[in-house]
């Protein structure tokens, strides 16, 4: 067994690692408005450039499968996250709504790797730790989406200059990944290459990736669209939108940090039931009401609502084996892929209220096949 600095060091690396990756996410998430303003977009341009992220990260599994074969989970790790903040600073100077569109869909296969290679380590330091972690790290990637949020807001304060901010965010995630990577840990053995990406799952295992489907529409869409949302339909300052992803996952941070205690004492069932029930009500009712306040307010009911359902749908999937658990997670990322251009097309046809109304309707979705799905 390790000792505990060691121990220490090793979960504080890969854990730098997951907020790498969550405080990249909120930095260009919560620049979508500039994003769109700069470039002179319609909304549904803006969902096809995140559909670009949603199609990188669907079809990156040759890709991630070559580097964890070639370089371990390790390896993959530091390569990916370097590329990561490269993204950040190609995105910022992307000088049309097509070069925003290549650069995201070459970052949602760099994002995507990292994510996979991230968690493979989180299991090789439990592994060799024996102390289980990956609830907490979940929320480290939370709570680097929030940061994310909080610098975007920040910074605008001081400058308006897009490219200036995502090179500042592009040296944080550089520094977030190179700097600890001493504490990542080698795999205990080979990673074996992939040839298949998907299986199409059956029974118990269709309704636990149909959850995962609507839980990466209700989760990704609020990040994505929130701050769009807060300042074209609810009149938020170009500082104040930013606090819309800053609200929902503060929400999802705290709520993933005490979800496992709470997972054991209420049970899955009723924790996704009532969670998903309060995302569902609390969104649909800041859309009709409107304004800022209520939108914030409901944002964090709704992070509260859905922390929950990746770590029960993931859990539930990996019951069911391997290609089981592989297949939930393509459909959560088919989740990722159809929200965008969904809520793009109804607010493009109407307005955003009535796009984010999708994202409600997914929650009570949710709310239903809850109760269905054998969980123990």
């Not at 067994?1 to 909120?26: C, E, H, K, N, T």
């Not at 040759?62 to 190609?90: D, I, K, Q």
């Amino acid at each position: 067994m390790p000792d505990r600095s060691s121990i220490r060091r090793s979960q504080l690396a890969v854990a730098s690692l997951f907020g790498a990756l969550g405080f990249s996410y909120g930095t260009w998430t919560s620049r979508l408005p500039a994003l769109k303003a700069n470039l002179g977009l319609s909304t549904s341009q803006v969902s096809v450039m995140m559909l670009s992220a949603a199609l990188g990260a669907l079809f990156s599994f040759p890709v991630t499968a070559a580097a964890l074969h070639r370089l371990g989970s390790r390896g993959a790790c530091l390569l990916s996250g370097v590329l990561l903040a490269a993204g950040l600073v190609a995105l910022g100077i992307a000088p049309s709504w097509l070069a925003a569109c290549v650069v995201m869909g070459a970052y949602g296969v760099v994002a995507s790797t990292l994510d996979v290679a991230m968690n493979a380590q989180g299991v090789e330091v439990e592994r060799a730790t024996g102390e289980a972690v990956m609830s907490r790290l979940h929320a480290v990637f939370s709570l680097g989406t929030m940061c994310g949020a909080f610098f975007a807001s920040g910074i605008t304060s001081v400058t308006p200059s897009l490219p200036l901010h995502f090179v500042v965010a592009s040296a944080g995630v550089l520094a977030a990944v190179l700097l600890p990577r001493s504490g990542l840990v080698a795999d205990a053995k080979p990673i074996e290459g992939g040839t298949r990406s998907f299986a199409l799952p059956r029974g118990t295992a269709l309704l636990i990736g149909a959850m995962a489907f609507l839980g990466m529409i209700a989760e990704g869409s609020m990040v994505d669209w929130s701050t769009l949302y807060l300042r074209e339909r609810a009149g938020a300052s170009q500082q104040a939108a930013p606090l819309g992803i800053a609200s929902l996952q503060g929400a999802m941070l705290v709520t993933r940090w005490f979800g496992d205690r709470a997972r054991v004492r209420w049970g899955a069932r009723k924790l996704l039931f009532a969670g998903s029930l309060l995302a569902g009500v609390s969104l649909a009712a800041a859309l009709l009401i409107g304004g800022v306040v209520p939108a914030l307010v409901a944002f964090g009911l709704f992070g509260i609502g859905v922390a929950t359902v990746s770590p029960c749908v993931y859990a539930a999937g990996a019951r069911e084996g391997g290609v089981a658990l592989a297949a939930v997670m393509t459909l959560g990322s088919l989740g990722f892929l159809v929200a965008p251009p969904l809520i793009g097309a109804v607010a493009q046809a109407t307005n955003l209220s009535w796009g984010l109304s999708v994202v409600a309707a997914a929650a009570f979705a949710l709310a239903l096949l809850s109760r269905r799905v054998r969980w123990d």
